[in-house]
């Protein structure tokens, strides 16, 4: 069983950064898929960010691409998403997610690509 421990969330003003952390415990966190969903108030989970296990892998939604960084550290079992840029639409609970097939190749953009789910950091960007 895995499990992911979300951090980094708060409020930030427009044009702002914040890093979210997601710690992973239990599993084979190098060989996981992790992924980033993100969910606003009365809007459905969507796909933020992917980052296979492949170095340099990594995968983007249209509205968070040239803003958001993913990125990982096999060593310290961890995932990172470093947003810039932020904007009021990028108010959202925040979840880590992971993919339990080892070395998969397959990277998913939908919610049920994945296993394992943090319980979620919430990210609130005003203007």
């Known amino acids: 069983q895995v499990q992911l421990v979300e951090s980094g969330g708060g409020l930030v003003q427009a044009g702002g950064s914040l890093r979210l952390s997601c710690a992973a415990s239990g599993g084979t966190f190098s060989s996981y898929i992790m992924g980033w969903f993100r969910q606003a108030p009365g809007k459905e989970r969507e796909f933020a960010a992917a980052i296979s296990w492949s170095i340099g892998s990594s995968y983007y939604a249209d509205s968070v691409k040239g803003r958001f960084t993913i990125s990982r550290d096999n060593a310290k079992n961890t995932v990172y998403l470093q947003m810039n840029s932020l904007k009021p639409e990028d108010t959202a609970v925040y979840y880590c997610?992971?993919?339990?097939?080892?070395?998969?190749?397959?990277?998913?953009?939908?919610?049920?690509?994945?296993?394992?789910w943090g319980q979620g950091t919430q990210v609130t960007v005003f203007s």
């Open positions: 997610a992971a993919d339990r097939r080892a070395w998969a190749w397959t990277v998913g953009r939908t919610s049920d690509s994945y296993d394992y």
